[in-house]
């Protein structure tokens, strides 16, 4: 089956023939490969061509694909049943486990997915403060919730406009939008909103406008003005979370601000296994708001599902084995270094950066700092360039303003093979 005929038929029934709209390829144009089947770094397609894989499920895939650990929980609990909507003991192995790992949490949720978890921790954040307005930052994506799906408004004090048909105006009143990285507009937000401003929610890492790393002094005032004002500061680390490192990215600005922790946490991708699960948690405090304990309401039929627990805990268990990122970081590393090695060696204008197993790439001169400079990168050379590696058997996310991940399976011949195409497809 040709993936032309497959998408003419997807069409039909499915709006876009897509799930998700990233799918369809439309930032970069022609036709999406439909994927029949994945193994280790490799994903291969309805024709049966094979590519090596750096969306990863955009994220969730950090051990490859079939890891044959995951693989064995994820049959064994499928045989003891797929969903029972009562408690289970394994969704409390995942809770401890989660909670072992990022210790500014007591409590977690599991949902089903980011969109959810994101949805359901800002309602806790305004149910938890008694305040209604929340505070993003532009390219930053925290899932479809319609009180998100914003872009910035006229001025500081007009809130956002919705950026998708269906959400009402009213909707999103009460959705601040500030620039990335951008001290002046963090303060002046503060200034005007402070003891209206339930929450702070941020990518650490933004995932979602290619790789964008919020600077240091930018996160340490974020933290003071959130602590000084009782707002709550949340990550969202459905992409960051056990992806740049086993204490997610948190853990990375605890390094350089001693003491560093957000209010709340939003994760999802990988300690799902590459199954739907997500969760966000927070101190016992306001976690202990939520139903059946507190009234703020949330729940989920296949929350804590049987066979999503064991895929996530299996994968879990993986990531925390001896050397997991250090050798995770190094490859992605220097898959990274070999495609800018191969830029300069074309003489293209490139530029990258990654932490643990996440990476991006800017045909740019500098590390973008926010939306506003990822969008201004060279678009068409990044279509022309995803296009030329995708011929050669690699596939790269289908946008520029999407982050790449690489996983354990990666071999450093992969890496290598990777690079040796980019040094044609750039020259
Ligand atoms: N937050 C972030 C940072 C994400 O990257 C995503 C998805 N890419 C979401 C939330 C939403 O997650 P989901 O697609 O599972 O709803």
């Known amino acids: 089956m040709s993936n032309e005929s497959l998408f003419e ?6 709006p876009g023939g897509v799930n998700s709209p990233v799918r369809a390829f439309r930032a970069v144009g022609g036709t999406p ?7 280790g770094p ?66 977690v949720r599991l949902v089903s997915s980011g969109t959810e978890a994101a949805m359901s921790a800002l309602r806790l954040a305004r149910g938890a403060t008694g ?6 930052f532009e390219g930053c994506y925290h899932g479809h919730a319609d009180s998100l799906l914003v872009k910035a408004g006229s001025g500081l004090a007009t809130f956002g406009n919705p950026t998708s048909a269906g959400v009402p105006a009213e909707v999103v009143q009460h959705t601040l939008v500030l620039e990335y990285n951008n001290l002046d507009q963090l303060e002046e937000a503060f200034k005007l909103h402070a003891k209206d401003t339930a929450c702070v929610v941020i990518e650490p890492i933004a995932g979602n406008m290619n790789f964008v790393r919020a600077a240091l002094p930018f996160m340490k005032r974020l933290r003071e003005l959130c602590t000084q004002h009782g707002s709550l500061l949340v990550f969202d680390e459905v992409m960051t979370g056990f992806r740049v490192g086993l204490r997610s990215a948190q853990g990375l600005y605890a390094k350089d601000l ?47 599902n049987p066979v999503a627990t064991a895929c996530g805990l299996a994968t879990l268990r993986e990531i925390q084995k001896p050397g997991f ?30 932490e643990g197993g996440m990476f991006g790439f800017f045909f740019a001169d500098t590390l973008a700092q926010n939306y506003g400079q990822v969008m201004a990168t060279d678009k068409e050379r990044f279509n022309r360039f995803f296009h030329g590696m995708l011929d050669a058997g690699v596939y790269f996310a289908p946008a520029l303003y999407e982050a790449g991940f690489v996983s354990s399976a990666h071999t450093a011949d992969d890496i290598a093979a990777t690079v040796e195409s980019a040094r044609n497809v750039l020259r």
């Open 131 to 136: 305040r209604n307005k929340i505070v993003k």
């Open 258 to 304: 001693p003491g560093f922790e957000p209010d709340m946490s939003v994760f999802g991708k990988v300690i799902g296994g590459g199954m739907p699960l997500a969760a966000f948690g927070a101190k016992r405090a306001v976690m202990e708001k939520l139903a059946p304990l507190g009234p703020v309401y949330q729940a989920g039929t296949l929350s804590g």
């Open 42 to 107: 490799y994903i291969f397609d309805a024709e049966g061509k094979r590519y090596v894989d750096y969306i990863g499920s955009w994220g969730p895939m950090i051990l490859g694909h079939g890891h044959p650990a995951v693989l064995e929980a994820v049959q064994k609990a499928a045989v003891d049943g797929f969903s029972f909507g009562a408690p289970t003991e394994r969704e409390i192995e995942l809770a401890e486990e989660i909670l072992k790992l990022v210790p500014s949490m007591d409590m």
């Open 325 to 354: 990122f250090e050798a995770l970081s190094e490859r992605t590393r220097s898959l990274v270094s070999g495609l800018l090695g191969a830029a300069k060696e074309a003489g293209v204008p490139m530029v990258g950066d990654s």
């Open 33 to 39: 490969r439909f994927i029949s089947r994945a193994h």
């Open 9 to 14: 038929r997807a069409q039909k029934v499915i």
